[in-house]
C-alpha cells in the first residue's frame, strides 16, 4: 500500500515556474516507478511524467518536454515535478500516481493515486 499526497499547486501566470510535490508513504515507495498526470475539466486524465524505481530514466508528454522535470528522493520518498515556463494550457488537477511498471508511459496502468493538486495558469 502507498498514500501519496501532492502540494504545491496554485494560480500562476503564464511564463511563471512552480514545482509540485508528493510524499507517499509506505515501505515499498522505491519498489515503484512513480509519475505525475494531470486532468483539465471536460478532457481525459494524460500522462505527464513518469521516473523509474531508482530514478534514472524518465520519461516525458511531448507537450511537456524541455520545460517540465521529474525527479524522485527515495530516502526522503518524495517526488517532484518542476514546471517552468508555464502555459494556459497547463491548467489542470496534477496527480501523483505509483506504478510497478518501470517503464510505464500513459495514462493507465498505475497501482496508486493521490488525490491530485491544482494548477491554474492565466493568460
Known amino acids: 500500500q502507498v498514500l501519496l499526497v501532492e502540494s504545491g499547486g496554485g494560480l500562476v501566470q503564464t511564463g511563471d515556474s512552480l514545482r509540485l510535490s508528493c510524499a507517499a508513504s509506505?515501505?515499498?515507495?522505491?519498489?515503484?516507478?512513480m509519475g505525475w498526470l494531470r486532468q483539465a475539466p471536460g478532457k481525459e486524465r494524460e500522462f505527464v511524467a513518469s521516473?523509474?524505481?531508482?530514478?534514472?530514466?524518465?520519461y516525458y508528454a511531448n507537450s511537456v518536454k524541455g520545460r517540465f522535470t521529474i525527479s524522485r528522493d527515495n530516502a526522503r520518498r518524495m517526488v517532484y515535478l518542476q514546471m517552468n515556463s508555464l502555459k494556459p494550457e497547463d491548467t489542470a488537477n496534477y496527480y501523483c500516481?505509483?506504478?510497478?511498471?518501470?517503464?510505464?508511459?500513459?495514462?493507465?496502468?498505475?497501482?496508486?493515486w493521490g488525490q491530485g493538486t491544482q494548477v491554474t495558469v492565466s493568460s
Open positions: 509506505g515501505r515499498a515507495f522505491g519498489s515503484y516507478a
Open positions: 521516473i523509474s524505481r531508482s530514478g534514472g530514466i524518465t
Open positions: 500516481a505509483a506504478s510497478s511498471r518501470n517503464d510505464i508511459q500513459s495514462s493507465s496502468g498505475w497501482n496508486y
